[in-house]
Every structure is written in C-alpha cells, then in structure tokens.
C-alpha cells in the first residue's frame, strides 16, 4: 500500500472519531482537543457556519419603472450573511473560524482572497471545481433599501455538507459560542446544532429569510439565541406552533410598547421552546432582547470568552461607559414566572445603504459577547456597529473606531427602556 493510501485511511479513521459525542467520550474529546491541530489555531474562537455570497448591487439614481432600465450604479460587493457577520467580528477584534463553501471561479476567487488578506483561516472553506459560488443580486430602491433580489446559492446547501461540518468539531467544541444562518440544508444545521449542543457550546440561529427561518423547527432544541426581524419571527412562531396563527405585525406602531405587546405572544412560543434569548431586530425601531431569564447578568459562554488584544480593548472600553449595575435593581426578580424585555433604540445615522445591518448588529453582538460583555452591552455594541454599517458602502465598514463604537454603545445601552411583565400570558 502507497504513503497516499495510508494517509487517505488515517483521515478516515480521525474523520470517523471527530464524530463521536463530546460527553459521550470526554477521554477522547480531551486527546482531540490537544491535538497537533488544535495547537496551531488559538482557543476559545467562535466558529460562524454558513454562506459566503458575492453581492451584486443595483441602485438607480432615480425612482426605477418597470420594464426599462433606469440610470445608477451597479457594484460588487463582499456579502453572505455568515461571511458578514464573520467580517464585522474581526474588525471588532474576533478571529471567528469560518466554516463554508467556495468554487474556483471569480466570485469565488475574490471572496477567498478577501478573507485571506484579513488574516483569517480558509481552512474550514471548501473548494472544488464544481462548487459554482454563491451570488445574490439585489435591487435596491433610491433611499438604498432593498426593493427586490434573486439569489443563487444552491451550493451553500449542497457542499456545506454534515460530513465536511463534522471534520471541524475540535474547533466547535472549543468556541465561546457557535453561530449558523439558515442557509445551511436542515442535514447541515442538524448536524452543526448537535455538535455545539453536545460539547455545551451556545447556538445563535440566524434566520436569513422568512422562508428559511423555518428550518428552525428541526434544530430549536439545540438553539440558545434568534435573531430574527419581526417577519421572520413569525414565520418561526408559526412554524414551531404548527399553526398558523400569527400575522405580519402592522408597521405604523413605532411606539416599543405597543410594538411589544403585539410581538410578545410570538416571541412567547420561542421562548417556551426552550430558546433563551431573543433578539428582534426592528430596523429603525431598534432592537426588543427578551428572555426568561435576567437579562442584566446574563452572559452567552461564559469561560471561554477571550479577554486579550483588540478584544480586551473592546471589553475595557465599552465597561467603562456601559456599567452592568446600570440595571441590575430594575430587572431584579420580584418572584413567580417571569419574562424580561428590553427595548435598545437605534441610533440617527447617515444612511448610504442598509444591506448589512442586520448582519453587523449580530457581528457586534457576538464579537462583545466573545470579548466577555454581557448581553446587554453587547447588544448595545451591536446597534453601534449597526449604525456604522448603514453609513458605509460596503456591507462591512473598512474599520470600526473603537471609541465611536463605545460611545454609540453608551448612548443605547443608557436610553434602553426596560419593560416587566409579571406573567408569561
């Protein structure tokens, strides 16, 4: 037998036993844990599984009619909602580990090298000749929302395969916390969701759309975080209900409380479901975080959160302006069952386009929530990143100023409004 043979069955093999359970084989997962490979990648780095799109932006200088073309510009622009995320997490001092799929053709070739030139691992993007990589065009209208797209991203199902997801348990089950956008086939999201959850890892569920935040259903055991818009919160409401008893909320009640009240029977269903926290993106109406728990000292992975570099900069920053006992006596329990709410404003921004900030939001998030924030600084450092998104051309901003970012957090985190509710109905 030649050395390749021998090296193709050793990979086998050490594919075959990544696969075990972590707590079912603690001996084993240790052993895994030190090996070679490991060693080489630095610990406790969240993992982000899902797309990594070119974007194709289309924005008339004039309201567009139908049937002709319309004069504006059209760019090319780094997207995918995980890749996004992945990005703005790195600017924010992150070294997410990127787990996705890639062809050998242009779209493919710019992402790759993007990602390479932020210093960043390739090693869980797959490639092969027969990925065609994804690309999403979208039309914009003159005000830079988003009018209309079509998205070609079969591949992101097809090669972002359980078999190739689970070769990377040894960095799932060393992140602070696993995230995956419901781009990923069900198999996929399964297969992603079970590892993290059998290694304690938290999951946060990106839910993309609202016909793919359905894909919730098969995996809402195993999820920790949504974060979805009020449409998709629906959509996943109905889908875990089995009914379909919820409706598109009317958008004229901009108000937080009446907002949430119409909200709240929805968000309830995943809550009751075991989903700890939820963060409903609310666009210019900021964001509604809600759990059963307490919200002012709640924290997402906790002892595997990175407190050096960029991101003890960000963690010492943002704690000097956003202090935690701010609302530690308002959200005290007062006895019985209990559901917390928090609604965070946005903030007035200079908007160039919106495309990605909702991905920047969770990118802030989960960049504050890996440097050792709690839950509510961290959403408040999300929403700061939110605002420097809409400001940029790009979907991620070039760079994230560290004291601007801190003192839009401050300004959010001291004007959220917190909101009781004795009963769960």
């Known amino acids: 037998m030649d050395s390749s043979s021998v090296h193709e069955r050793l990979n086998a093999v050490f594919r075959h036993l990544l696969q075990q359970p972590c ?47 319309t004069p504006g510009k059209v760019n090319y622009v780094l997207g995918g909602v995980a890749r996004n995320v992945a990005e703005c997490m790195s600017k924010l001092g ?36 027969d990925i065609n990589t994804a690309v999403v065009s979208n039309i914009l209208d003159v005000n830079g929302e988003l009018a209309a797209a079509v998205a070609s991203v079969e591949s992101i199902e097809k090669f972002l395969t359980p078999d190739w997801i689970r070769q990377f348990i040894r960095h799932i089950s060393s992140a602070p916390v696993l995230m995956v956008d419901a781009n990923l086939s069900p198999p996929a999201l399964a297969a992603s969701c079970k590892t993290a959850a059998e290694c304690n ?72 479901k075991g989903i700890r926290l939820v963060v409903l993106t609310l666009g210019s109406d900021g964001v509604l975080l809600c759990s059963k728990e307490l919200l002012s000292s709640m924290r997402i992975g906790l002892g595997k959160t990175k407190t050096y570099g960029f991101s003890r900069d960000l963690y010492e920053t943002v704690t000097s302006r956003c202090h935690s006992s701010r609302y530690s006596g308002a959200t005290e329990p007062a006895g019985g069952s209990q559901f917390f709410a ?78 009781f509710y004795q009963s769960m109905l």
């Open 201 to 272: 890892i938290p999951v946060w569920f990106e839910p993309v759309s609202v016909t793919k935040s359905r894909r919730i259903t098969s995996v809402v055991k195993y999820i920790s975080v949504v974060s979805p818009n009020e449409d998709e919160l629906v959509a996943m409401a109905n889908a875990l209900s089995g009914e379909n008893m919820f409706r598109p909320i009317d958008r004229n009640k901009h108000l937080a409380e009446p907002l949430f009240q119409t909200l709240k029977p929805a968000i309830l269903v995943l809550l009751e």
């Open 23 to 69: 707590e079912a084989n603690p001996v084993l997962h240790k052993v895994l844990l030190t090996s070679r490979h490991l060693q080489k990648q630095e610990a406790a780095e969240p993992v982000i599984i899902g797309g990594m799109v070119l974007d194709i932006h289309a924005t008339p200088s004039i309201p567009a009619n139908p049937r002709t073309t």
């Open 342 to 419: 928090v609604h965070f404003p946005a903030l007035p921004a200079s908007v160039v386009r919106l495309t990605g900030a909702g991905d920047c939001l969770v990118g802030g998030t989960l960049a504050s929530i890996s440097a050792g924030l709690d839950v509510m600084q961290s959403v408040a450092v999300g929403i700061a990143a939110a605002k420097a998104a809409v400001e940029a051309e790009t979907n991620v901003p070039s760079q994230f100023n560290l004291t601007a970012i801190a003192d839009d957090a401050k300004t959010v985190y001291a004007a959220a409004n917190v909101l």
């Open 94 to 129: 992150a070294k997410p580990y990127m787990i996705s799929a890639l062809g050998l053709d242009m779209a493919g070739n710019i992402l790759l090298e993007h990602w390479k030139s932020a210093g960043l691992s390739i090693e869980g993007i797959r490639r092969q000749k």
